[in-house]
């Protein structure tokens, strides 16, 4: 009765990502209401700097209103639906992009398409690059929503870029070439490489070398690079973030073939922490494809008194010169707070310098060296610790034992409350005491059934 699409599965609604959060909504965690519910650490929002946007606000009360000049833009903002939107606020990313970037880039405002955030810009991107059936190469792991924004609708295929923990889970050239081979393998004509940069779940930017691998392999293949950098402004360590399209700069590219095939998605989401604004973009080099994915953003066009407000805020070049560095600051010790935490509780997590999660191993807490046991661990520390963290099969890690863990979506007294309970949970499986007692003596969740429902895709990461 239904279409194709309504009853296929790629969604991934059903994977374990998204089922931690309907466990979540389920028994929330509250200090006062519901101290014994579940932390939510499985999303990567970044609510560190709500206070200086409130107040930024409270300042200008005159924007919050639609006013310019004292007089009122309500009549002209009603009306505004130019798919190509306002001028002045697409002046106003690209000089915020290129300062994230530590101006080394100018960006051109004609290259960049407005999108209902990162989701849809990277499905246009797939809409424009490549065929239903035709591939794309993603390093693994990646992040779990690519499954839907990229193949769903659009019936591209996902071919992953096996990395490894042996090197950090740097992307190589060989491993790039073992996944080119594995498509060729499964019949499926490779149109690009797609990264996240800063990486999602990594949390790592990827260095030179990665970025001039990515560039000449794509040269050598003939295809696209979409760079996902969404997170580009979250960088609180060093080294120092680097685009894509500044390495392609630096070697000077422009006149090169590859030049109209880099293309970037960047979103305000969580730089500056308003993923409900909706506000995405997609910045390229290709005229057809900036002119393509224009006409297609009439399907998520951002409301015209986003723009309006957005603009005005991005404007205030003192602002935003003091909201990226204190939320930077912020996030770095929100990051080491997590770390030692986890470190208490004999965890480690990889070392990183960007984003709003850590990655972390706890291969040695699994009963064996499989995604069963990664899926055992992940439902008891859902169910019995209660945090909702991303199990590593749900990123597509080809290793069995690493985790997501988000800590930039909540108040510093609830992480410490989440590291307290994984302290209690190592130490009750390290000591005498059986782990049926932990059970016992902590509070007695309900397995539902939704963590026996995990979908095929999980349980397969190998493909
Ligand atoms: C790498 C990456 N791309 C895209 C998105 C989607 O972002 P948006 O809220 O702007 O649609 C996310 C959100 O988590 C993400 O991590």
């Given at each position: 009765m239904l279409s194709r699409k309504a009853s296929c599965d790629s969604h991934g609604q059903d994977s374990s990502y998204f089922l931690g959060w309907q466990e979540y909504e389920k028994n929330p965690y509250h200090t006062v209401h519901n101290p014994t519910g579940i932390i939510q650490m499985g999303l990567a929002e970044n609510q560190l700097s709500f206070d200086l946007i409130e107040s930024w606000l409270r300042r200008n009360p005159d924007i919050v209103g639609l006013k310019r000049d004292g007089e009122s833009a309500f009549r002209e903002l009603a009306l505004f639906q130019d798919y190509h939107g306002l001028p002045v606020f697409k002046n106003e990313l690209v000089d915020f992009m290129a300062k994230i970037r530590g101006n080394r880039i100018i960006f051109a405002s004609n290259k960049l398409v407005l999108t209902a955030g990162a989701t849809p810009a990277n499905e246009t991107l797939m809409f424009c690059l490549a065929e239903p059936g035709e591939a794309f190469l993603l390093p693994t792991p990646y992040y779990p929503g690519f499954d839907r924004d990229l193949k769903?609708?659009?019936g591209v295929e996902i071919v992953p870029i096996h990395c490894s923990s042996?090197?950090?889970?740097r992307i190589t050239s060989s491993a790039l070439e073992r996944a080119y081979q594995q498509a060729q393998k499964l019949n499926l004509n490779v149109k690009g490489v797609l990264v996240t940069n800063p990486s999602n779940p990594l949390g790592i930017t990827m260095n030179r070398a990665e970025l001039n691998h990515l560039i000449d392999f794509a040269i050598d293949k003939n295809i696209h690079i979409v760079s996902d950098?969404?997170?580009?402004?979250?960088?609180?360590?060093?080294?120092k973030f680097v685009s894509i399209m500044e390495l392609a700069m630096e070697r000077e590219l422009y006149n090169a073939d590859i030049w109209n095939r880099i293309h970037i998605v960047y979103s305000l989401s969580k730089d500056l922490g308003v993923?409900?604004?909706r506000v995405g973009m997609i910045y390229s080099n290709n005229e057809t494809v900036v002119d393509t994915a224009t006409k297609m953003s009439s399907f998520g066009l951002v409301s015209s008194q986003t723009q309006f407000l957005l603009a005005s805020i991005l404007s205030d070049k003192k602002f935003t010169e003091k909201y990226m560095k204190e939320t930077q600051r912020r996030l770095k010790k929100r990051r080491e707070m997590l770390v030692s935490g986890l470190r208490n509780a004999g965890i480690q997590c990889l070392i990183s310098n960007a984003g709003l999660f850590c990655w972390v191993?706890?291969?040695?807490?699994?009963?064996?060296?499989t995604f069963e046991a990664e899926k055992e661990l992940w439902k008891r520390i859902v169910c019995e610790v209660g945090l909702n963290i991303s199990a590593g099969s749900s990123c597509h890690c080809s290793e069995p034992g690493w985790f997501r863990i988000c800590f930039a979506n909540m108040s510093q007294e609830t992480l410490q409350v989440a590291m307290q309970r994984m302290k209690a949970f190592t130490d009750s499986s390290n000591s005498a005491v059986s782990q049926q007692q932990f059970v016992n003596n902590t509070r007695a969740r309900s397995l539902t059934k939704w963590v026996f429902q995990l979908s095929s895709y999980e349980s397969e990461p190998h493909r």
């Open positions: 769903w609708r659009t042996s090197n950090g889970f950098e969404i997170y580009s402004g979250t960088v609180f360590d060093s080294p993923p409900g604004f191993d706890m291969r040695h807490l699994l009963t064996s060296d």
